[in-house]
């Protein structure tokens, strides 16, 4: 893993775990990934592919600019370990 950062489309921190939306390789329509590594300048996400040939739940990978993502909505972020705890406070 680089120490550089990566920026989204709307120039917000990429971070490792991060939900990310994208469009689909070879395709048209927007899907949710996880962001699971970075090289120099690039961002590795993975995400089910279960509208062509793959079988439900098939998973792959991409390797993106991160300028073509954009992360999701907060509701869509994974929480912290702490976050139930913190929603008890």
């Known amino acids: 893993m680089s120490d550089n950062k990566h920026y989204d489309y709307f120039d917000r921190e990429i971070t490792m775990d991060a939900q990310v939306v994208f469009t ?15 090289t120099p300048k690039c ?20 390797l993106s600019d991160p300028s073509f993502l954009v992360l999701a909505p907060d509701e869509l972020q994974p929480k912290s370990e702490n976050a ?3 929603e008890k406070l």
């Open 43 to 62: 961002v590795r996400v993975k995400y089910l592919n279960d509208w062509n040939y793959g079988t439900k739940g098939c998973e792959q990978t991409y």
């Open 24 to 38: 689909a390789p070879k395709y048209r329509h927007l899907v949710t990934g996880t962001v699971y590594g970075f």
């Open 84 to 86: 139930y705890v913190d």
